[in-house]
T-cell receptor
């Protein structure tokens, strides 16, 4: 069975400081990994995904994520956080086969960026 | 503009009512999904449609009835719901449900309150 864990319910960071949102996963085989962001009263927006290749993936709004197979992690990072980055962030995993394109989501991490 | 449009954005219904949620995707995708997002719970996949054929029914009660008349439209018919069904219902689409690693794009969601 596949699963994804986001160990932090909330991350607080000052504007201009680096932002990291943690994600670990458990899946058989090589996973497909995704990050989504949800602003208040909105749907989920796709940020980035890892399929194969370079372990560092760059996405929208200056975000990037690093795939670490040995640690089964896919942490989301941004070098300099903005107040407008305050939102709910979801990590998701899809197994390489027989998934019907389904995503297994983590519980989400609330990011609060203070001025 | 996400390319996936959901109506209505907000719906309040009684437990004996019949209502429907509508979703339309303008991305030329072949797969469509219904997800449920409740407070304090991870996103739950409800249904998957590939080329208008239902390929996944994730143990959803029969009071939720999906309909996919064509690859661009998806409905969720609601009948005799319970207050615990109050949630944000998210429609999504992807290029091909058979292909793992496809990015899933979400609509803005329909907030449902059952009274």
């Amino acid at each position: 069975a596949q699963s994804v864990a986001q160990p932090e319910d909330q991350v607080n960071v000052a504007e201009g400081n680096p932002l990291t949102v943690k994600c670990t996963y458990s899946v058989s085989g090589n996973p497909y990994l995704f990050w989504y962001v949800q602003y208040p009263n909105r749907g989920l927006q796709f940020l980035l995904k890892y399929i194969t290749g370079d372990n560092l993936v760059k996405g929208s709004y200056g975000f990037e994520a690093e795939f670490n197979k040995s640690q089964t992690s896919f942490h989301l990072k941004k070098p300099s956080a903005l107040v407008s980055d305050s939102a709910l962030y979801f990590c998701a995993v899809s197994p390489p086969t027989d998934s019907w394109g389904k995503l297994q989501f983590g519980a989400g991490t609330q990011v609060v960026v203070t001025p | 503009e996400t390319g996936v449009t959901q109506t209505p954005r907000h719906l309040v219904m009684g437990m004996t009512n019949k209502k429907s949620l509508k979703c339309e995707q303008h991305l030329g995708h072949n797969a469509m999904y219904w997800y449920k997002q409740s407070a304090k719970k991870p996103l739950e996949l409800m249904f998957v449609y590939s080329l208008e054929e239902r390929v996944e029914n994730n143990s959803v009660p029969s009071r939720f009835s999906p309909e996919c008349p064509n690859s661009s439209h998806l409905f969720l018919h609601l009948h005799t719901l319970q207050p615990e069904d109050s949630a944000l219902y998210l429609c999504a689409s992807s290029q091909d449900a058979l292909l793992s690693g496809n990015t899933i794009y979400f609509g803005e969601g329909s907030w449902l309150t059952v009274v």
